[in-house]
């Protein structure tokens, strides 16, 4: 600790253990004298266990590394976003990790998914409406969920007003929660619009779940190239995973087109994720597929994509 003397400026060091001591037999202030000028000076005791407990939190702040931010996005729709950002982000928890979950789209479907009806999310946080711990929702151990919805429509629309730093407006609103988790997942609607940009200026890993159909394939070169132009003004943001959905093995083009997509993308590729019918059922019992259909085919291709994203082989084995 820290006291400075009001009369020379001078800074003198005072053990903690001390000013705990006089904390502890409720005296509101000590007696200090300046080892420069003589000075006599009171000093609240108070005041001085506020400032310690201030330098402690920034220094807790300080130590804590900011979370992997990955965004789930495509332009093309049905190719299983939603469902890969939920389950990814339950099999991250489950494996330990704390993970927050923000929802872009304005289906609001991720916390339909995990059995939520959030009373506020992602619009209230970015229009500042209400702080951070009101619009969080605590969907499982480990992981919460920063909910999304119609609202955002309108948000969309502050975005476009803005004539001056308009693409950064979703990382200033996160900003704040950084520190605060292990991973931050963000699921993002189709198409191309003003909060994609800003999920592309936040996040600096891009995760791209691609249907194994000739349009998915096709929507997913022309990401590619608009993901590029990102790219020049932002060189953080990296595509760092293709996850192949909607495996069927038991015809030939889905296969061959997986063949291709590991040609093409080879570092990039993760495993496929198998078509399952308890992909589609989970969501209506508010299940993820490793509550629902544990021993499922998908179940384990999603805990192959948590070891893969986390880099822990031994992760949910």
Not at 35 to 51: D, G, H, N
Not at 103 to 117: C, E, I, V
């Given at each position: 600790m820290i006291i400075v003397c009001p009369q020379c400026a001078r800074k003198h060091k005072v053990s903690p253990d001390a000013i705990h001591a006089y904390a502890k037999k409720n005296k509101k202030s000590l007696l200090a004298?300046?080892?420069?000028?003589?000075?006599?000076?009171?000093?609240?005791?108070?005041?001085?266990?506020?400032?310690?407990?201030?330098?402690?939190?920034?220094?807790?702040?300080?130590?804590?590394?900011p979370a992997r931010k990955i965004c789930v996005t495509l332009s093309k729709g049905g190719v299983g976003?939603?469902?890969?950002?939920?389950?990814?982000?339950?099999?991250?928890?489950?494996?330990?990790?704390?993970?927050?979950?923000?929802?872009?789209?304005?289906?609001?479907?991720?916390?339909?998914?995990?059995?939520?009806?959030?009373?506020?999310?992602?619009?209230?946080?970015?229009?500042?409406?209400?702080?951070?711990?009101?619009?969080?929702?605590?969907?499982?151990k480990n992981l919460w969920i920063l909910g999304g919805g119609k609202s955002l429509a309108g948000v969309k629309r502050i975005i476009d007003r803005k004539s001056f730093g308009a693409e950064w407006t979703l990382s200033e609103a996160l900003a704040p929660l950084d520190t605060q988790f292990d991973f931050i997942l963000i699921d993002t609607s189709p198409g191309w619009d003003q909060l994609i940009v800003n999920v592309l200026f936040y996040a600096e890993e891009v995760m791209v779940p691609v249907a194994l159909e000739i349009m998915p394939l096709h929507g997913m070169s022309e990401f590619v190239k608009s993901l590029g132009a990102i790219q020049k003004y932002r060189k953080e943001i990296q595509l760092k995973y293709i996850v192949p959905t909607f495996l069927d093995t038991r015809i030939k083009g889905p296969q061959s087109l997986y063949q291709e997509l590991k040609k093409l993308y080879p570092q990039l590729l993760c495993a496929p994720v198998r078509y399952?019918?308890?992909?589609?059922?989970?969501?209506?019992?508010?299940?993820?597929?490793?509550?629902?259909?544990?021993?499922?085919?998908?179940?384990?291709?999603?805990?192959?994509?948590?070891?893969?994203?986390?880099?822990?082989?031994?992760?949910?084995?």
């Open positions: 004298t300046c080892r420069s000028c003589s000075y006599k000076f009171r000093v609240s005791i108070e005041s001085l266990m506020e400032t310690e407990g201030k330098a402690a939190s920034r220094a807790n702040q300080a130590n804590q590394k976003k939603t469902t890969t950002s939920v389950n990814l982000a339950a099999g991250l928890s489950l494996a330990g990790y704390k993970v927050l979950l923000v929802d872009t789209d304005t289906q609001g479907q991720s916390a339909y998914m995990l059995g939520k009806k959030p009373k506020a999310g992602l619009t209230e946080l970015m229009t500042r409406e209400l702080p951070a711990e009101d619009c969080l929702v605590e969907a499982r399952n019918e308890s992909l589609s059922e989970a969501p209506s019992f508010g299940k993820t597929i490793f509550e629902f259909a544990p021993g499922a085919n998908a179940s384990e291709d999603y805990r192959s994509l948590v070891r893969r994203v986390s880099g822990n082989q031994s992760a949910l084995v």
